[in-house]
Nanobody
Framework: QVQLVESGGGLVQAGGSLRLSCAAS??????MGWYRQGPGSQRELVAY???????NYADSVKGRFTISRDNAKNTVTLQMNSLKPEDTAVYYC??????????WGKGTLVTVSS
């Protein structure tokens, strides 16, 4: 049974930083990443990383967010710097197995005040 445990998030002022972490268990995961859903918006990709070490970022977070993973521990971390009010959203951990099955975390709220 796959389990995802998210941590981090909270309230921060614009320009500040937050760190999100997600620990996955129960399978092996080729892709690990983060999505977000802002108020009145659709869920969108923030960043992901693969077991081969490649990464991909949404244009809106490039240069501000950094994703990393620990393959041995099956954890993925999103370091978010220079946060903006428009980064306010519920952030969801997403993992994908080598067989193409997706799993989602419950989400953690990030609020950036202006």
């Amino acid at each position: 049974q796959v389990q995802l445990v998210e941590s981090g998030g909270g309230l921060v002022q614009a320009g500040g930083s937050l760190r999100l972490s997600c620990a996955a268990s129960g399978s092996i995961f080729r892709v690990m990443g983060w999505y977000r859903q802002g108020p009145g918006s659709q869920r969108e990709l923030v960043a992901y990383t693969t077991s081969e070490g490649s990464t991909n970022y949404a244009d809106s977070v490039k240069g501000r967010f950094t994703i990393s993973r620990d393959n041995a521990k099956n954890t993925v971390t999103l370091q978010m710097n220079s946060l903006k009010p428009e980064d306010t959203a519920v952030y969801y951990c997403n993992v994908r197995t080598p067989w193409g099955i997706d799993y989602w975390g419950k989400g953690t709220l990030v609020t950036v005040s202006s």
